[in-house]
């Protein structure tokens, strides 16, 4: 296929993925939100736990590609309880209007359908926008709003939720 084809692959993290999702976090929402080194402590603890404690029956981190390239990631997580967390949702800059971001999030959800969680929480700020778009595409609610400085400027950090039908 030529340069031209963009072809969206999705696979399974593999060694290596975790560390450039962690940094590709912390350079993309420092440029284009101004979020500090506690944003990729976040990240890099989510990240760190998904390895350390990762069930692959009720667990799963996607890597999306565009011709092979590095093109955005999603994970998804036992919360306890039979409610999954989707973690992490991101897309490269020059990946974005291409359907990753709702490709990944359709591949979570079909995930979380197989594994019978009966619902899918998620944690996000309210200038994420395009993120925020997707999620209540999908049918995603919000749930619980509050004000949140820890990355730097002022957000509203959102609790999100969807309801899954059991079976």
Request: proline fraction near 3%; glycine fraction near 8%.
């Amino acid at each position: 296929m030529t340069s031209n084809s963009h072809e969206l692959t999705l696979r399974d993290h593999k060694i290596g993925d975790i560390g450039w999702i962690i940094y590709r976090h912390a350079k993309i929402y420092e440029e284009e939100y101004g979020w500090n080194e506690q944003f990729e402590a976040l990240v890099a603890e989510v990240a760190a736990k998904f390895l350390k404690r990762n069930d692959p029956v009720r667990e799963r981190c996607w890597i999306a590609e565009i011709d092979g390239e590095f093109a955005g990631c999603i994970f998804l997580v036992d919360n306890g309880n039979n409610v999954a967390k989707l973690r992490l949702l991101l897309v490269e800059p020059a990946a974005r209007g291409k359907g990753v971001g709702r490709r990944l999030i359709e591949e979570c959800l079909e995930f979380a359908q197989r594994a019978e969680y009966r619902k899918i929480i998620l944690w996000t700020n309210d200038v994420l926008l395009a993120a925020r778009h997707l999620y209540e595409t999908f049918g995603f609610r919000l749930v619980e709003e509050e004000p949140n400085t820890l990355f730097g400027p002022m957000t509203m950090a959102q609790t999100w939720e969807l309801s899954l039908n059991p079976g």
